[in-house]
């Protein structure tokens, strides 16, 4: 059982004084270090990571030992190189051997500092390719909290309010099998979304003529863990090649083998135009990705830059991760696909034992498990919900909340049989007694 003493308690009150809010979780989580699949807090407590710090330690927490060298040579040499208006040799190297992790026909990257930075620069770089101007992204979605970004998300609303109003975005409804809005069973839907885009977004909001691109989570993170009919995802794809519009993938958080595919859009077969990578890319340090096809060409000079991307500290951290994940992207693939089935069969198992959990999905270790009052109703279960991540925490596990009412399984990739079996059983223990609780 995981103690808080005064130490921690005193650094929270510390930090309400003099930190602006953000969204800290409700139970006193303080890391201090880590490794592998372990953290530790500031007062000894040991916790299995069941979070990927926000889907950021995708191979074990606080890097591997790689990673953390060529950080440290770096360091010595030179750490701030002005990228953007300088040459350097590491981000270029870099560069050439991360175009290869794409489909062919990819070879122009763009550094920045974050995913929402990443997700700005593509923004950009759409309406100067296609000479476009409006946007249209997804209900449900996230793509960062910066005003461009902020725009297209629409996953809360607390995340928007007083900050618009936002220019040509425009949003369509997200397949979520377990609430579709059409009344449809698991994995049926799809093309009525697509509908929905043909018949009222085209030709009573936005002609397609004027749409730049469309932005797409393969799937849906912050959201809710929403995965989407492979259906609706190839006709997607085919409606945006009809019209000229760009398909532009966030790979922010579901990308990195995070699926099991270095890409999650591979998963449903389809290729986008531009990627957008951050999060784990750097193992720790931030760094965005911005990558597009070579066919639509480079944005003039001046248009974009920033002062920090190409950081080589940053970039020395990517490139250690990318030669670690190309020389055992064999095993990773099969490990994560190895541990994602064990996963979903262990937590299928709990719905079925447990009135709480309505659904669960995911792709490889990129699982959503939503909790709701009643499997009948599917009313969200959010008290039952933060019972369970406060429980969960006091007994050794850190977990994410995603959605109105679901739960993130987001281990390091690289965890180890036995801890996923450990972390998934204290889950199991904290779902029973939410379910108890309930039943008194």
């Known amino acids: 059982m995981i103690k808080i003493d005064r130490k921690i308690t005193d650094i929270i009150k510390r930090d309400r ?9 409700s139970y006193p989580f303080v890391p201090d270090h880590g490794d592998g699949d372990f953290i530790y807090d500031i007062s000894g407590n040991k916790f299995i990571d069941f979070s990927s710090f926000i889907s950021v330690y995708n191979f074990g927490v606080n890097a591997n030992k790689e990673v953390r060298e060529a950080i440290k040579k770096q360091v010595d040499k030179l750490m701030h190189p002005a990228f953007t208006d300088y040459y350097g040799e590491l981000p270029v190297k870099f560069a050439e051997k991360l175009v290869k992790m794409f489909p062919s026909g990819f070879g122009k990257v763009f550094f920045s500092n974050s995913g ?20 249209l992204a997804f209900y449900n979605s996230f793509h960062g ?12 609303v607390v995340q928007r309010e007083y900050f618009g109003p936002f220019a040509n975005i425009v949003h369509a409804p997200f397949p979520y099998p377990y609430r579709c809005p059409f009344d449809h069973e698991q994995f049926e839907c799809g093309m009525d979304y697509i509908n929905f885009i043909e018949n009222y977004i ?11 691109a469309v932005f797409i ?30 398909l532009i993938d966030d790979e922010v958080q579901a990308g990195n083998f995070r699926t099991g595919k270095f890409l999650a859009l591979d998963n449903f077969g389809v290729s ?17 990705l911005t990558v597009s096809r070579n066919s639509l060409g480079s944005i003039p ?32 693939e099969r490990g994560v696909k190895a541990k994602g089935a064990y996963a979903m069969k262990r937590l299928n198992e709990m719905k079925d034992k447990y009135e709480i959990i309505g659904d669960v999905r995911g792709i490889g270790l990129m699982i959503g498990v939503e909790i709701v009052k009643d499997k009948k109703s599917k009313a969200p279960g959010i008290k039952e919900r933060e019972k369970i991540l406060n429980d969960s925490f006091y007994n050794g596990l850190v977990l994410l909340p995603a959605g109105e009412s679901s739960i993130r399984i987001i281990p390091p990739l690289t965890v180890a049989d036995e801890n996923l079996r450990k972390g998934l059983d204290i889950f199991e223990n904290a779902v029973k007694k939410a379910n108890s609780d309930k039943a008194v």
């Open 17 to 25: 004084k003099v930190i602006m809010t953000t969204t800290r979780e």
């Open 116 to 135: 929402t930075e990443a997700n700005e620069a593509a923004m950009k770089f759409a309406r100067i390719f296609t000479k476009r101007t409006y946007i």
């Open 145 to 156: 909290r910066t005003l461009g970004s902020l725009g297209m998300t629409a996953s809360k």
């Open 202 to 212: 085209f030709r009573k909001e936005v002609s397609p003529e004027e749409i730049a």
């Open 217 to 246: 989570e393969p799937v849906q993170g912050e959201g809710g863990y929403i995965v989407p009919p492979k259906k609706f995802i190839t006709e997607l794809r085919k409606i945006t090649s009809e019209h000229g519009i760009l």
């Open 272 to 288: 986008a135009d531009i990627y957008t990578m951050a999060k784990s890319v750097g193992a720790g340090i931030p760094i965005g």
């Open 301 to 332: 000079a001046g248009a974009h830059a920033n002062t920090f991307g190409g950081n080589l500290v940053a970039v020395s951290a990517a490139n250690a991760l990318l030669d670690y994940v190309t020389r055992n992207k064999t095993r990773i």
